[in-house]
């Protein structure tokens, strides 16, 4: 990897309009050259890459003081530089991100920058917004606005700076990163000027073919093989016999002598269907695979490839696939469709709705299935793609964005292989997308490499990629359930019967802002404002006189949170009614009613006042409207369940902290 001198990186800098302090660079150690450079200047070893650790620099001289200096410090040629005027030290620079590609850095620089780490990220490349939105993202970026009698950098200097490194056109797409660093960028009222520049050529990675395949066969097969199932040994192969038996979806098992396993007919041969299941060991996959002609999709649920430590028979697998095949896998659970009878779960199959899931682990999704459809996901497409040797994330989400069955979309990702396929399919998807990316700590890293052989990205790049493309980044499965359950009720896309709010509830599609939490318990409802404050949203206040005639006096906090009896002896419509009387005088976006599951059964006897409560709920309109059961645990069993079935049309939560996590999502809608 080459190293450019920082005279020949600043002269790409000035041919890009990023200005650079007057220089000369001097080779035979005469300095008459530099007559013309204004003092005090700035002496530097020249073709030395960390200059401050080998004594490399010197500051502050006149014209007088080169040679001696030179002569001190003993290399064999300069660089001889106008010194900057003081201001704030900035970093800026691109590096090729493993998983994402090019990516523009921008931070406090200078002596900071490893100390303070206060740094932003974008994938490039970056609009003018990005680029404001990096400025302002910095913990630091007071000290750029004005702080405490110092005046404000040229702020549009920077934004200038950014779109020439990482914007369209800019240094990302000339250059062949390795690295490029800005450190310190000098910024003041009067401009900037990049003071150090550095240069490591890299080497481009070719650019990973996009595909555009038509999926619709891999979630609705209209027969499917099992290899692997045996007559004697049952395992994984069995195990899915039953699971499509249970779905009726026309499947064969594949042997090369039985006539029949488990009740479902037996063929010697894998030819003739829609989608074919490889359940048998690693080093016999590659050879099932090569006798797959004529089948487009191969799902390989075997492990032991390239997350164990054998690239080889994962390259095998790939040279084995048949032409115009494509491979699910290796080492992923399959895929599961109600409405085309596709599953990897038992229990039967589950209503059908517009979520769909793309994760790379089995494991995960169908946890996620399961438990989302408990309480009341709806899914349209699911796939587990595990090391995606072939079938890959960014590919799938290209053929969700077009799928009319889906509405929303939810993403399990350690390492995507393709990260830039995935960044522009984000951009172009047009629908909610909530993405959870295990790996984002250090110890999370060393749990995805032994996972699925990849490392996810630095945390930084992906909370990038999610701002610049309108993705809701989660934090762990039961927020990524949370949320798909607030986009399958409230998305506008959403046309399954479920969406509990329209644009035209908002006038032309303007949300309103803020949010109305009501329910009973001020210590609840303190804590209920925490929750939904530290997720960045506002709970404005009551309009006035919006609850004049409810009846509500003294003992009831007329704020928001806004108390209101909720029990076993209150109106059940008591909420309904408040809700409907404020949301005229002030439309909130959203209404978040919390009730006290345990108050029921402490202070009463009975279900049913609670299930009227729901009922009542659940007529509100012109609101997106979320509810959450407090300390359901406590309820009977049953209990929970009969009031999300009650509750279907709405998002339904067991914490404040869940139901403000969905909340604050639905600001990408």
């Known amino acids: ?256 002598t039985a006539s029949s396993i488990d009740g479902v007919p037996a063929v010697p041969t894998l030819s003739g269907v829609d989608y074919a299941l490889v359940a048998v060991p690693a080093a016999r996959c590659a050879e099932v695979v090569r006798q797959a002609d004529g089948v487009p999709y191969i799902q390989v649920m075997s492990g032991g490839f390239g997350e164990a430590g054998r690239a080889d028979l994962e390259a095998e697998l790939l040279g084995a696939m048949p032409p115009g095949s494509r491979l699910l896998g290796p080492n992923c659970m399959g895929v599961y469709s109600p409405r085309g009878r596709q599953t990897f779960v038992g229990g039967g199959l589950g209503e059908p709705g517009g979520i769909a899931l793309v994760s790379q682990s089995g494991g995960l999704a169908g946890e996620v299935v399961k438990v989302g459809e408990l309480r009341g996901l709806r899914f349209s497409r699911v796939a587990t793609v595990g090391n995606c040797a072939d079938v890959g994330p960014a590919e799938l989400l290209g053929w969700l964005a077009g799928d009319r069955e889906t509405t929303a979309i939810g993403l399990y990702l350690e390492d995507p292989r393709d990260g830039r396929a995935l960044f522009e399919a984000l951009r172009e998807t047009g629908k909610p997308v909530a993405l959870l990316v295990g790996g984002r700590t250090r110890q999370g890293r060393l749990a995805a490499a032994s996972h699925t052989g990849g490392m996810a990205g630095d945390g930084r790049v992906w909370r990038a990629l999610a701002e610049q493309t309108g993705t809701v980044l989660v934090d762990s499965q039961d927020d990524l359930i949370g949320v798909l359950s607030y986009f399958q009720a409230h998305a506008p896309a959403a046309d399954h019967g479920t969406s509990h709010s329209t644009s035209a509830d908002h006038g032309a599609g303007r949300r309103p802002a803020g949010v109305l939490v009501i329910g009973p318990s001020g210590g609840a409802s303190v804590l209920a404002a925490d929750a939904f404050d530290r997720r960045g949203l506002s709970l404005p206040p009551l309009p006035d006189g919006a609850l004049d005639g409810l009846g509500l006096g003294a003992g009831s906090s007329l704020a928001n949170p806004l108390e209101i009896p909720v029990g076993p002896r209150a109106d059940p419509s008591l909420a309904r009614r408040a809700i409907e009387a404020i949301l005229p005088r002030l439309p909130y976006g959203d209404v978040v009613a919390h009730v006290n599951v345990q108050s029921f059964f402490t202070y009463g006897s009975s279900a049913e006042p609670l299930h009227a409560f729901a009922r009542e709920l659940v007529q509100v309109r012109g609101t997106r409207l979320s509810l959450v059961l407090r300390n359901a645990d406590v309820a009977p069993p049953g209990v929970e369940n009969e009031l999300r079935a009650i509750a279907s049309r709405l998002p339904v939560y067991r914490s404040m902290e869940a139901a403000a996590v969905a909340v604050a999502a639905g600001r990408s809608l």
């Open 1 to 256: 990897m080459a190293t450019w001198s920082e005279h020949a990186v600043k002269e790409l800098l000035l041919a890009s309009g990023i200005p650079v302090p007057r220089g000369v660079l001097v080779t035979d150690g005469d300095f008459t050259s530099c007559a013309a450079l204004t003092a005090p200047l700035v002496l530097k070893a020249s073709g030395v890459l960390h200059k401050s650790d080998v004594g490399g620099v010197r500051l502050g001289l006149d014209h007088a003081g080169l040679p001696a200096a030179a002569a001190e410090m003993g290399f064999a040629s300069y660089l001889v530089e106008e010194q900057a005027p003081a201001g704030v030290e900035l970093i800026a620079g691109l590096v090729r991100d493993p998983m994402a590609g090019p990516v523009l850095l921008f931070g406090l620089g200078g002596v900071w920058t490893e100390v303070l780490r206060d740094t932003v990220l974008r994938v490039c490349p970056i609009t003018e917004d990005d680029a404001r939105a990096m400025v302002d993202g910095l913990r630091g970026s007071p000290l750029l606005h004005g702080h405490r009698g110092t005046p404000a950098v040229d702020v549009s200097a920077l934004v200038k700076l950014l779109l020439a490194l990482g914007g369209n056109g800019g240094l990302w797409e000339r250059l062949e990163l390795g690295e490029f660093e800005l450190n310190p960028v000098i910024a003041g009222p009067g401009g900037l000027v990049a003071v150090d520049a550095r240069y490591i050529e890299g080497c481009a990675p070719a650019p990973a073919p996009r595909r555009a395949g038509d999926f619709t066969a891999l979630f609705e097969p209209r027969r499917v093989a099992v290899v692997g199932a045996s007559t004697t040994r049952p395992g994984f192969g069995n195990m899915f016999l039953g699971f499509y038996k249970q779905s009726g979806v026309p499947v064969v098992a594949v042997h090369p």
